[in-house]
């Protein structure tokens, strides 16, 4: 299994990136074996529709789960649509999130829990 | 000479043959910073000069309606061209999805997603797609509504409540300006799209301010737009009083002609608070504005023979 994690770094010793749509960086990783790979976010600086634009990549990586912090409206649309599983809430360090993601203490979204444009630093 | 030679002289020189022919002109009143007076601007400056109509690109919040007695009268509406798919013919193939550059179609897994708010109207992804899946529907942004006296009309555009991007009714109200008259064109505040918008195609912009740190702060921003966009302007200090003279330094300075500077008056902020126009209330004030218009005038003619 593929689980995606937003990432401030590329390492599971990083902190997490609690946007999703405008993170730097996804974590790729199998949380059996712990193989990971840094992928970094080109939709971090669109003008808009970052969130879709996330969700179509990490879909084409065959990402099963993603791990973050906030998801938006549009992000949310298109991560379902993807059937990718969503857990929001996260932050702290990678590598704790993955143990928490083993140990089912992490939450599962069923809709967006952040309005549009919340990754976008004050900016409305 | 022949005037059909000289056009076509001075065509080859890359001067605006279209503004050669019109002795009227076109003024956008911006500013950086919101609230420092660019409708007062606008509305008064407007009834000062001959032969004016306003247009209030202000299309989030547009006030200077609130001057005139008239009530507004809807004229049409405005929308943008969106797509709509068949998905009969949609192989989700992606090439739309590319190539949107605001992200407003995804493709998923074979679904095909649309984000109506984040479209533009470019009408790219109908040209784009190879199965002649695209057909467009009118999305509407909102209204053009008229208003003013029958002496100076006054046109504005009105967004509709929820709609992010009002840059297309900013464009098609500005295209009510008729070229027999001098147009004022009262800006949205700030700098970015629907303000470079409203400043864009105006042979003089009037940068409104105020001489507080913000007011400094905002028209330097203001400026650095307004250079890109390679218009002549000057500035306008409004509320002189309240603050200090940093904004007067920094004209000086860099060079910007100073075209007026509007007190902080108790008189004038009642006249505003009624919706009484100045120089409606304080009569001798049209000759401050009409010797903004004639400063105006001496600058884009100087600058148009360098």
């Known amino acids: ?124 | 000479m022949e005037m059909g030679r000289v056009m076509i002289m001075a065509e080859a020189a890359g001067i605006n043959i279209e503004k050669m022919k019109r002795d009227t002109m076109k003024i956008s009143v911006a500013s950086g910073k919101g609230g420092t007076g660019k409708t007062t601007i606008s509305v008064n400056l407007a009834l000062s000069m001959d032969n004016a109509m306003l247009i209030d690109c202000d299309v989030e919040e547009p006030n200077c309606h609130l001057f005139f007695k008239e009530p507004m009268e809807r004229v049409r509406e405005i929308g943008i061209p969106i797509p709509r798919f068949d998905l009969e013919k949609c192989d989700r193939c992606g090439k739309c999805a590319e190539f949107c550059q605001y992200n407003a179609i995804a493709i998923i897994k074979n679904k095909l997603l649309f984000f109506e708010e984040l479209c533009h109207g470019c009408g790219g992804c109908k040209i784009i797609c190879p199965n002649d899946a695209v057909s467009e529907t009118e999305h509407v942004l909102g209204i053009i509504e008229k208003g003013g006296m029958e002496e100076m009309e006054l046109y504005h555009g009105l967004l509709k409540i929820g709609e992010p991007f009002g840059v297309p009714i900013i464009k098609a109200v500005k295209e009510l300006a008729s070229p027999d008259k001098n147009i004022i064109f009262d800006s949205p505040p700030g700098t970015a799209c629907p303000a470079v918008e409203a400043m864009s195609d105006s042979d003089f912009v009037i940068l409104v301010t105020e001489p507080t740190p913000f007011g400094l702060h905002d028209l330097k921003l203001a400026v650095d737009v307004v250079r890109n966009i390679g218009t002549p302007f000057g500035v306008v200090i409004n509320r002189a009083g309240i603050g200090d003279n940093r904004v007067e330094i920094f004209c000086e300075e860099d060079g910007i002609p100073l075209l007026a500077t509007i007190p902080n008056d108790l008189d004038i902020a009642k006249l505003y608070s009624k919706g009484i126009p100045i120089v409606e209330g304080i009569p001798e004030f049209k000759q401050e504005f009409i010797k903004i218009y004639d400063k105006i005038k001496e600058i884009v003619k100087t600058q148009g023979v360098e």
């Open chain 1, 1 to 124: 299994m593929k689980i995606a994690m937003t990432s401030k770094g590329k390492d599971l010793e990083s902190e997490v990136d609690t946007r999703f749509g405008r993170c730097v960086y996804f974590i790729i990783v199998d949380p059996d074996t712990m193989e990971f790979e840094a992928v970094s976010n080109e939709s971090a600086n669109a003008s808009g529709g970052a969130g879709p634009q996330a969700a179509q990549a990490i879909s084409k990586k065959g990402v099963e789960v993603l791990i973050t912090g906030n998801v938006g409206p549009n992000a949310y649309q298109a991560l379902e649509a993807a059937g990718i599983r969503v857990l929001t809430g996260s932050n702290g360090i990678i590598k704790d999130m993955i143990q928490k993601f083993k140990n089912g203490e992490l939450e599962e979204a069923n809709s967006a829990n952040v309005g549009s444009h919340a990754g976008m630093g004050g900016r409305r």
